[in-house]
């Protein structure tokens, strides 16, 4: 490696050392040698290029085969005669130190003793062989002509024989849902016509190229996406012998192999289609991507079905839900013991997020900034808990991004474990699957077989996790430039999120990806370390069509005018679902929820020890948030056209800054979106009449079957339904007003955690009076619990409400409370019982006996549970349908489940009587 200078320009020198090791006593033959590299520079590293080793030994061939090195004390006119050991059969012997010159020697001898006389000039190279290998026979390749391929294909697949049926599968439904044309390829059947053969990424390049160029200048037949299934390696020749070599379809690999930071594996290449392109110089480069590429790094059969299945349910309009319009943008604090940058990652996320935060995208935006959240010192380091929940949240409560700022690497987010692939089997959004936007170090290393990364486990978790990533695949960099690097690339892409296509339809990732990377930060050395891990002919999931409010209060909406709006006024919002053109599109008839923001408010950066020596990255040393909910409600959409009604809380923030109407449409037509910010909130209401009375609060578990101390699994559900004339308190401005649920129990850390509910309650249909809350509970211990829900409405009178339960490990099944009621029974009973195992498939089986032991009938039932309390109801009848005669019965109650710890079964025996 010595003696130049790399692609990065470092400096590299080098060191022969040459010694003598004498008096050597092996026990067999292994020699193990040590090298130690010592510098006193900081960050300097050192590798050993190769070793020489000079040694006398036995001519003694391993596996038939032996080379000899003369040493170099001899001469060209001195002849020696070399006596070989341990060959079965006579040898052929060549000097082969010029390797296109070889020299055949001569040998002699018979049986097992054989010898050869050479000259003995220094340093020459004789090799010995009495075994040869055989060439393999022949194969039949199969007649193909990729070279036919008479269409102009929008959509292309590369993948492997053992992808196959899932390719086609994926291309065929994007034929029959979206109007693309394909082809599909196996990287065999492109090497066989485009390399000869041989394995060559460039091959599919070529491939690709040629439809490419077909296409002329007619943009309605250029190739537009390139989808490579299955997954890959840098190790294209198996040199980590210990690492399966699954390079289903190539990726690109840079020449520099050593270093994470300057090394790195692309997809890019294979979008370098026009002539004389393809090869990178070190810096920014000129040449541009022109196709979206994705990749799918399926490294399975059942990958391959799990996301494809993920896909499919990401566009089924079922799943379809205002979790659709959230952008959850999250970031480092970066101070740790290694590095203090200070607030520039919050830096990166905010300005990204401010750039897609007005009225046009219609988006939502959650920020998680880890110095938002208090921090906690424990044995492993820096950690903020509450940030790490609020993070896996988003995934579970559902965002259509979820978009991470900082340090990381393969299989973590933030030195303070923010997010960690261990966190992966606590995301159970199966029906909410996210595009997850990665703008750190390594997360996505999709070419590494031996570990795969956060970024791909992610993707392949079948309960949840995301259905497409944009992602890193080496060490990047970020700044405080907003043109350039990680900074840059952020913005760009979010950007590209909520923008529409040409049509007026949200984006495909591929168009995202390629206009991305066509901008000055995605054509860098750092923006070729960027990868779509994702279908590139899935459109991002923002809602197709547009929605608007037209009035308040009657009042119609104008850019040049501003609306007051005091607290507890009663306020009526008007709107429609537009067509293209803007107007009305009298044929959409569904529901909509609206969300009534109050205006923004300023949040800032913890009294950090830094802040009195540096300045911060943010402007102002924080940054403005507008999660202040005052309404959150169901409306119905009747041909085209909403309203909404609501009375607005005591609690505002008293400002002059404007609110936001947030407005989520869906319909069978599809799902709309809107909103509108040119509104202030100041002021009250002096007329309003207070009824001095809180809300009726109705607190269960996972459904209403839930009886109170009853048992439940690890992650339930809570539910709550609310009502008040005045309508419920959501917004959180006022001090101690929050809608929060508290439990309690000895198994909790410190015996409490309260949680705030605002955000996950929304009204009634068309009745701002009631409404409920849904909050999944995640992983509570063991233990006994009692929960209280309190709850205001928007004059502040409280409610509360308060129950217990007992938290049971799903992983053993538990029953209990077994009884039947009516107990005495005439002409019919209920069998019921309580049970941990929730949305589990149960066999249930149950025996009537006589009280001496004789079975009379029985009931068999399976089904899967939405609950913790089942019922099961019985006539009274014997197996020979005859009524049973009055008595007393025992019955036998056995409950069955197959879960992750195999079968499992649990009984009961309790008393029943008859009367007649």
């Known amino acids: 490696i010595g003696g130049l200078n790399d692609a990065t320009g470092r400096a590299a020198v080098s060191s022969i050392f040459n010694t003598t090791l004498s008096n050597l006593n092996l026990s067999g033959d292994i020699l193990e040698l040590t090298a130690t590299y ?7 590293r050192g590798w050993v290029d190769h070793l020489q080793i000079i040694a006398e030994r036995r001519l003694r061939p391993e596996n038939g085969f032996l080379k000899v090195f003369t040493s170099g004390q001899g001469s060209a006119g001195e002849v020696a005669s070399y006596i070989l050991e341990g060959f079965t059969q006579r040898p052929v012997a060549m000097d082969v130190t010029d390797p296109s010159n070889p020299v055949r020697i001569t040998v002699g001898g018979s049986g097992t003793s054989f010898s050869f006389s050479y000259h003995t000039a220094p340093g020459r190279q004789i090799a010995l062989q009495s075994t040869f290998t055989q060439p393999r026979a022949g194969e039949q390749v199969i007649n193909q002509n990729l070279h036919g391929v008479s269409h102009f294909p929008d959509y292309i697949i590369v993948t492997s024989d053992l992808f196959l049926d899932y390719a086609y599968e994926l291309a065929e439904y994007r034929e029959q849902n979206d109007g693309l044309s394909y082809v599909v390829a196996t990287q065999e059947q492109i090497f066989n016509e485009f390399s000869g053969g041989v394995p060559d990424a460039a091959a599919i390049r070529d491939f690709v190229k040629m439809l490419y160029d077909r296409g002329g200048n007619n943009p309605d037949r250029i190739p537009k ?103 959850s943008i999250a970031a480092d604090d970066d101070v740790n013991s290694s590095s203090n940058d200070r607030d520039l990652h919050v830096l990166n996320a905010d300005v990204t997020a401010e750039r897609i935060d007005f009225d046009a995208s219609g988006v939502r935006l959650n920020k998680i900034y880890q110095f938002s959240y208090p921090l906690e010192i424990t044995s492993a380091g820096r950690r903020f808990p509450q940030a790490s929940q609020a993070f896996v949240d988003a995934f579970n409560n559902g965002s259509l991004v979820i978009n991470y700022s900082g340090h990381g690497s393969e299989q973590i987010l933030s030195a303070e474990r923010l997010f960690q692939s261990s966190d992966i089997p606590r995301l159970t959004n199966k029906d909410r699957p996210t595009i997850f936007v990665t703008v750190t170090c390594s997360f996505g290393r999709f070419d590494d077989v031996s570990d795969q990364s956060g970024a791909e486990k992610t993707l392949f978790w079948p309960n949840g996790g995301s259905v497409a990533s944009f992602t890193t695949t080496r060490v990047v960099y970020t700044s405080a430039n907003r043109e350039i690097d990680n900074f840059g690339m952020n913005i760009q892409l979010t950007e590209q999120m909520t923008t529409r296509d040409s049509d007026g339809l949200p984006k495909r990732l591929g168009e995202i990806y390629q206009n991305v990377k066509n901008t000055t930060p995605g054509a860098s050395f750092n923006g070729r370390k960027f990868i779509l891990l994702g279908d590139p002919a899935m459109r991002i999931g923002l809602p197709r069509n547009r929605m608007n409010v037209t009035s308040i209060n009657g009042i119609e909406l104008l850019e040049e005018q501003t609306i007051q709006v005091r607290a507890l006024d009663q306020v009526n919002i008007e709107g429609y679902v537009l067509n293209d053109d803007g107007s009305v599109n009298s044929s959409y008839t569904g529901e909509a929820t609206v969300r009534v923001f109050d205006a923004s408010r300023f949040e800032e950066l913890p009294d950090l020890a830094w802040r009195e020596t540096s300045n911060c990255f943010t402007a102002g040393c924080g940054w403005r948030v507008q999660t202040d909910l005052l309404f959150s409600g169901r409306v119905s959409v009747e041909n085209g056209r909403y309203t909404s009604r609501f009375i607005v809380p005591k609690d505002i923030s008293y400002s002059d800054s404007t609110g936001r109407i947030q407005v989520y449409g869906k319909s069978d037509m599809g799902d709309a979106i809107g909103s509108f910010s040119n509104f202030v909130i100041n002021g009250t209401n002096p007329d309003a009449v207070n009824n001095q009375t809180g809300p009726d609060i109705l607190v269960y578990l996972n459904d209403p079957t839930f009886m109170n101390g009853g048992i439940v699994n690890n992650s339930p559900v809570l539910n709550v339904e609310l009502e008040d004339e005045a309508g419920i308190n959501t917004t959180g401005a006022g001090v101690g007003h929050e809608l929060i649920g508290i439990l309690r129990s000895e198994s909790l850390p410190g015996g409490e955690r309260t949680t705030v509910l605002n955000d996950f309650y929304i009204s009634d249909l068309d009745d701002f009076t009631r409404g409920r809350i849904e909050y999944p509970f995640d992983r509570l211990p063991d233990g006994d619990y009692s929960l209280k829900v309190r709850a205001w409405d928007v004059f502040n009178n409280v409610g509360e409400s308060e129950i217990h339960f007992t938290v049971q490990n799903q992983d053993v099944l538990t029953i209990r409370n077994v009884y039947n009621y009516p107990n005495p029974m005439h002409n019919f009973t209920r069998f019921a019982f309580e049970h941990n195992q929730p949305g589990e498939p149960l066999d249930i089986f149950i025996r009537v006996y006589t009280l001496s032991g ?9 089904r899967i549970s939405d609950g913790n309390l089942e019922m099961i109801e019985w006539n009274g009848y014997d197996n020979d349908n005859n009524r049973l005669a009055a008595g007393t019965y025992l019955y036998h109650l056995r409950v069955r489940t197959d879960g992750i710890n195999g079968r499992q079964t649990e009984e009961k025996i309790e008393r029943l009587v008859i009367i007649r």
Request: aromatic share 14%; no cysteine.
């Open 38 to 44: 010592n510098s006193s520079a900081s960050g300097s």
């Open 225 to 327: 996406y390139l989808l490579l299934f299955g997954n890959t390696t840098f190790d294209y020749k198996s040199i980590e012998r210990d690492a399966p070599n699954t390079n289903y379809v190539f990726t690109y690999q840079s020449e520099e192999s050593y270093d994470r930071v300057t090394s790195f594996g692309s997809d890019d290449f294979f979008g370098l289609l026009d002539n004389n392109e393809g090869v990178w110089s070190r810096n920014t480069s000129q040449e541009r991507v022109d196709i979206g590429i994705g990749r799918i790094t399926a490294a399975s059969t059942g990958d391959a079905r799990i996301i494809i299945d993920k896909i499919k349910r990401y566009e089924d309009p079922a799943t379809f839900g205002d979790w659709r319009t959230v952008f």
């Open 854 to 862: 004789r079975p009379v009938a029985h009931i068999r039932d399976n």
